[in-house]
DNA sequence: GCCGAACGGAACAAAGTATTCCGCTCCGGC
DNA sequence: GCCGGAGCGGAATACTTTGTTCCGTTCGGC
């Protein structure tokens, strides 16, 4: 089968896609949503989407690994910025143009992980950690790393209903938080600890 | 009537008071949350919530219009301050503290305003716009007073299980965001107009 | 004791939604 | 050309959730 250009196997291909990336609108705007909108949205049948997951739990497992998966290539990539400032800042960029935050921590706890998920959570948050250190002698001395995790939290609540303005909204607010964490010298209570923030990662309740 | 200490009366106007309490945790921790959570939050029955409010539509407008009272209450008080950049420190850590923003912001469009609600909407704005006005030049030139609804929208989205870090951690975000309003000078895109902010008051679908 | 406001919570009905199923289409090999 | 079956659309199903109603009970005030 040597990627046909037209035909049957490449339409299913396409839809393939197309149910992804609906799939990924679809549960960036609510993450409840009926799966019938993620059809619906790809333009596709119920049956193409359950022919290819077994369960509503295993799209939304899919998209929060590849969305994991993102995360960590933007921070590998970031990571060979020589400034850690920088690194830090386009690590931080890179996730919120990818509109990744909400795949990852807003679909968590809807489903059980894999353990693959659990190692590559664990990657993740290492390569975090690791920007996050590079770039805290240049930010206000009570900063951590669970502050980066809060950033982008606040970066996925901003939300207008035209997309592309909201890129450019989260891009904005990203920078008034970083110009804020870098300069800012008014003091404030006590950043978040890694435990504090683990919570949302507890499987569905049951 | 004279405020009974005792009694029938006294007890039913606890249980008001408990039950427009555990509405505002119960929908400020999930707004689509069922009503009997509130009821079951309020050591109520479900009965003592349908004898004061004829639907949960009309619980959800006292809880949004309450919330948008307390708003203006917090931009009046704010504005006696004399200098322009406290009165809108003060005004903001007032509405982040009552946390208020959810109550208002998030509630609506789940329910059909009243003319008052609608009238007391625009004066929290004017209210809101003013407080912006005298502290804008104490910050970056390009803001507008749309990034004070967003700084409010960005907190509310800062949540950890237990509400008293809860409110620690969004005064943190807070400062930190007002030091990058007031110092920053790293160039962002524009700031949202009023109109890219307005959607969130349409009434329910339909 | 009696009346009725206030209540608890089961019962009901309407929605919403994950999943299954059946019949149709049309590519690809012969 | 023709057939088999992969791939599909979407109605039907089974079940859950949830807003609202209803009825029997409680108990403070007279």
Same mark, same amino acid.
């Given at each position: 089968?040597?990627?046909?250009?037209?035909?049957?196997?490449?339409?299913?291909?396409?839809?393939?896609?197309?149910?992804?990336?609906?799939?990924?609108?679809?549960?960036?705007?609510? /993450?409840?949503?009926?799966?019938? &909108?993620? @059809?619906? #949205? =790809? %333009?596709?049948?119920?049956? *193409? +989407?359950? !022919? $290819?997951?077994?369960?509503?739990?295993?799209?939304?497992?899919?998209?929060?690994?590849?969305?994991?998966?993102?995360?960590?290539?933007?921070?590998?990539?970031?990571?060979?910025?020589?400034?850690?400032?920088?690194?830090?800042?386009?690590?931080?960029?890179?996730?919120?143009?990818?509109?990744?935050?909400?795949?990852?921590?807003?679909?968590?706890?809807?489903?059980? /992980?894999?353990?693959?998920?659990? &190692?590559? @959570?664990? #990657? =993740? %948050?290492?390569?975090?950690? *690791? +920007?996050? !250190? $590079?770039?805290?002698?240049?930010?206000?001395?009570?900063?951590?790393?669970?502050?980066?995790?809060?950033?982008?939290?606040?970066?996925?609540?901003?939300?207008?209903?035209?997309?592309?303005?909201?890129?450019?909204?989260?891009?904005?607010?990203?920078?008034?938080?970083?110009?804020?964490?870098?300069?800012?010298?008014?003091?404030?209570?006590?950043?978040?600890?890694?435990?504090?923030?683990?919570?949302?990662?507890?499987?569905?309740?049951?």
């Amino acid at each position: 089968m040597p990627s046909p250009t037209s035909g049957r196997a490449r339409q299913a291909a396409r839809n393939h896609e197309a149910i992804l990336s609906a799939a990924r609108e679809v549960f960036l705007a609510d /993450p409840r949503a009926p799966i019938s &909108a993620v @059809a619906d #949205r =790809a %333009g596709v049948g119920i049956s *193409a +989407l359950y !022919r $290819r997951y077994p369960s509503k739990e295993d799209l939304l497992r899919t998209l929060c690994h590849d969305g994991l998966r993102t995360f960590i290539a933007a921070a590998e990539h970031a990571a060979a910025a020589p400034d850690g400032w920088t690194a830090f800042e386009t690590f931080l960029g890179d996730v919120v143009d990818a509109d990744v935050h909400s795949l990852t921590v807003h679909l968590a706890g809807t489903f059980t /992980p894999t353990e693959e998920m659990n &190692a590559d @959570a664990v #990657r =993740a %948050g290492a390569l975090a950690e *690791a +920007l996050f !250190r $590079r770039a805290h002698p240049a930010m206000r001395a009570d900063a951590t790393s669970g502050d980066a995790t809060m950033l982008l939290e606040m970066c996925a609540a901003v939300r207008v209903p035209d997309p592309v303005r909201t890129g450019e909204l989260r891009r904005r607010y990203l920078t008034v938080l970083l110009d804020g964490l870098r300069d800012g010298r008014t003091p404030a209570a006590a950043a978040p600890t890694p435990a504090e923030l683990s919570w949302r990662w507890r499987p569905p309740a049951g």
